[in-house]
């Protein structure tokens, strides 16, 4: 299981940005004022093969008496993720310098967390040294001067962090030997009651209300003498309408139990549609590059009108997933779940799939000669082999000329075509792009005697000429 790393601090020291720096995304929302992160942020990170799981908090309340009750639930959403994590970035403001507050949260922070880097921020055009000096007294050990704004040490920051923590297991408390699902959604949408009619029994509490399973649980079991390991998990719900803490912190064991899964089954309620949490935890799931499958339950309630509407909206909302099996069930009564271990067992198959790098090299210049990269500054991008860079998921590096100009849809465009050349059916492909340094850049050409004269010749002809 991958470790979880929390980015902590005062407010507007720049948590958000540096959120948005290590994920390379923008999905925190950055603003020049304190207070705008009132709830944490969840990102899926690989740094040089190594995942971790990257959470930015709210805000920490350096006053323990305050009245102000938004800011003291932020505050104690920021406690509860240093407990969960297993390392904690302290982020301080180099431009601010030293302050009472941060004197004040060191005293809080160090029983929380025995993995605790203090880091400096908004170091950009100041000197580092005489930055960080000041922030030795804290007794954190050697501050880290960063720039989350440039990016500057924050690679060099991630490596440190990641050196300190201990190689983890993917397969940490599971059992290996059975297919691992895991299954998702929104609260009260029937995941349980899935659990219960996959296995046959009543083993999870199921009941007509919100939040009946407050943690991920797995289930080893065998059908038809074939071993599968389920994973139910808590429900997650829009961020708005979470209130619990307790509630608030089964989203990191959802997190983790998305990661642990070989397989996602992402359960959603016909009878309500397809929701922004729904679409929200999808893209979690797309980003973690687990082979998916949307079942849609309760859709033996529908009217065929209804069904059509709901097909519909699944077609034009689902686009940015496109390898996910769609499969329609009653979890209830059991309809159409013989058929979804059917479907599972299917796209099992298809991650043990192993595939040659000719092979892939082929493919690649079949589409590329079906449909070429677009022009960039007037020049053409040049793709020119492909090989295979892991499976579970299947990640295809390819090769080339101005590969980091590839645009998005290209991208898709190979992904979905691989796939369909290789037959996979609900595990996605994951394109990574290198280019070639050039050997000569940097360098400067130097003529020997005989083409200095030749040049000499060219000039004179040249001036003559003109």
Known sequence: MSHVIAIVGRPNVGKSTLFNRISKSRDALVA?????TRDRQYAFVRHFERPFVLIDTGGLDEDKHSEDLMAGLVSEQAKRAIEEADAVIWLV??????????????????????????????????DIAVVSAEFHQLGVGQPLAISAERGDGVSQLVDEILTSLPQTEDDEDIDDDGLRIGIIGRPNVGKSTLVNRMLGEERMLTFDQPGTTPDSVSIAFQRRE?????????????????TDLVEKFSVIKTLKAIELAQILVMVIDAQEGL????????????????SLVIAVNKWDGLEDDQKNMVRNQLDRKLDFVSYACIHTISALHGTGVGKLFDLLDRIGKSQTIRVKSSLVTDILHELVQAHEPPLVHGRRIKLRYAHVGGHDPLRIIVHGNQT???????KRYLSGKIRQKLKLLGTPVMIEFKHGDNPYKGKKNVLNKRQMEKRRRLMRHVKKGK
């Open 32 to 36: 020049d004022r304190p207070g705008v």
């Open 93 to 126: 403001d180099g431009r601010s310098g030293l302050t009472t507050a941060d004197e004040v949260l060191v005293k809080k922070l160090r029983p929380l967390s025995k993995n605790l880097s203090l880091v400096v921020n908004k170091t950009e055009g100041l």
């Open 226 to 242: 074939k071993p599968y390991v389920l994973i139910d998990t808590a429900g997650v719900r829009r961020r708005a309408k979470i």
């Open 275 to 290: 929701s922004d949490q729904d679409l929200n935890l999808i893209g979690i799931a797309a980003d973690s590059g687990k």
């Open 404 to 410: 980091e100009r590839v645009p998005d849809n290209y």
